[in-house]
């Protein structure tokens, strides 16, 4: 049985194509998404919840599974001075979606500020989460652009050795 939620009834009220994939209800990396999805892994975007030093709206930065969230240059990008990633517990109180299915596209009348990694530019379609654990989306990269109100930037660098970066220090 093929899931439905409000992402879902949002996508087909706004005749945006998109698929559906289904996958195990617990928390996966982006990359075990893509793995399992048998993608490339550039292709499966993850949304990493971004704090503001000074307070205000948390960020939505949107960036492929095979890279880390650029604080420097999201806050350079942003005119912020200073940005974190917070626990996956905070990431969860701000959004109130578990980790492993928060989405911009389930958060979209909750006035986060969406930012999404430039290199989703050089894809027709892309992978993200449908808004709950286990529930992917494929849909075409302007579709999410347009709809999120999604600015681009390079907002994004090669993870390092062992790194997830997914959330902030206090989870590792």
Known sequence: MVATNNVIRLLKAR???????ELPPQKLGALETARRLGVPPQRV???IVVVREGGGKPILAV???TRAVDLKALAAFLGEKKL???TQREAEQLTGLQAGGISAL??????????????ALDEETFHVSGGQRGLNLRLPVRAFLDLTRARTA??????????TAEF?????
């Open 84 to 86: 974190r990633v917070p």
């Open 154 to 163: 390079q907002i994004s660098r090669p993870l390092a050795e062992g790194e």
């Open 168 to 172: 902030g220090e206090d989870d590792l």
């Open 15 to 21: 005749h945006i194509p998109f698929e559906v994939f």
């Open 45 to 47: 975007f993850k949304t």
């Open 63 to 65: 960036i492929p599974g």
């Open 106 to 119: 389930a958060l979209l009348q909750r006035g986060f500020q969406v930012v999404v990694d430039e290199s």
